[in-house]
């Protein structure tokens, strides 16, 4: 049990398109997903929190305009990148928990996007 | 604002050694302390985690921690690696009060196992 799907899992862009990333929890309701981003050889930075129905709450120094994050169900949560750039490119992970507090955040595979 | 480190960015071993790796955070009040593995290619899968009760907490496949309130650390150990502990691992923190879950990670330790 306490699977979190990515789709796709890889993508490669044009500069200046949008992406659209899926999370997708596929085996119990997710009150709360996050999205983090990793960069090669460092940690999992977090950029936002998202709760099924309401606005995403994003990390100092994320841009909220430039990834659009919507979790409109209780087993999807989305995050586009609009208008893609180079530094954009990166692996981005999402979690998926399945109640409030602290219980443990179940992880998804990655998405990694370059963007040429 | 909580952070955590890890002391060693890349471990090497032997199959059969020994396995400790540090772990320590930064914040006074209650903490739920977790490890994560990524194995190559893999998403990230949770080892072991501690919420409150016996400091000592024993995860899958063999690792335990040791929660040291005193010491801020939750080191990661394994008696004897194996080849297929070749991973990275990840320490995780989420402080309480408000932080609402937020984990912070710590920057990973590369474990190579020889074999």
């Known amino acids: 049990g306490a699977v979190v799907s990515q789709h796709p899992s890889w993508v490669i862009c044009k500069s200046g398109t949008s992406v659209k990333i899926e999370c997708r929890s596929l085996?119990?309701?997710?009150?709360?997903m996050f999205w983090y981003r990793q960069f090669p050889k460092q940690s999992l930075m977090l950029m936002a929190t998202?709760?099924?129905?309401?606005?995403?709450?994003?990390e100092q120094g994320v841009e909220k305009d430039k990834f659009l994050i919507n979790h409109a169900s209780l087993t999807l949560s989305t995050l586009t990148v609009t208008s893609a750039h180079p530094e954009d490119s990166s692996f981005y992970i999402c979690?998926?928990?399945?109640?409030?507090?602290?219980?443990?955040?179940?992880f998804g595979p990655g998405t990694r996007l370059l963007v040429l | 604002a909580q952070s955590v480190s890890q002391h060693n960015h890349h471990v090497i071993l032997s199959e059969a050694a020994s396995l400790e790796l540090g772990c320590n955070y930064s914040?006074?009040?209650?903490?739920?302390l977790f490890w994560y593995v990524q194995y190559p290619g893999q998403h990230l899968q949770l080892l072991l985690k501690?919420?409150?009760?016996?400091?000592l907490v024993k995860g899958i496949k063999g690792f335990e921690a040791e929660f040291i309130k005193s010491k801020f650390s939750f080191n990661l150990r394994k008696p004897s690696v194996q080849w297929s502990d070749t991973a990275e691992y990840f320490c995780a923190v989420i402080a309480g009060g408000t932080s609402y879950g937020k984990l912070t990670f710590g920057q990973g330790t590369i474990l190579t196992v020889h074999p």
């Open positions: 979690s998926a928990r399945p109640g409030q507090g602290r219980e443990t955040q179940y």
């Open positions: 998202s709760n099924e129905g309401s606005k995403a709450t994003y």
């Open positions: 914040y006074g009040g209650t903490v739920n």
């Open positions: 501690y919420f409150s009760g016996d400091p």
């Open positions: 085996d119990f309701q997710a009150t709360t």
